[in-house]
């Protein structure tokens, strides 16, 4: 059985909760914050990204 990753595991969590904030944010109609929760998104995704890239 394969070790867990805990901190990649919580960084991949923190994305999906990013873009569950962007429908909270579509649903209460507020831009900013739709535009603010899309761009920490796609940071933390891209942080991960290139962290998984260093590694290997």
Do not use: H, Q, Y
């Not at 831009?31 to 995704?45: N, Q, R, T």
């Amino acid at each position: 059985m394969k070790k867990i990753d805990v901190p990649m595991l919580l960084l991949a969590t923190l994305v999906i909760l990013m873009f569950v904030l962007v429908g909270i944010a579509i649903a209460f109609r507020n831009i900013w914050l739709v535009l603010l929760f899309i761009i920490l998104g796609f940071a933390f995704m891209g942080f991960g990204l290139s962290r998984k890239r260093k590694r290997k």
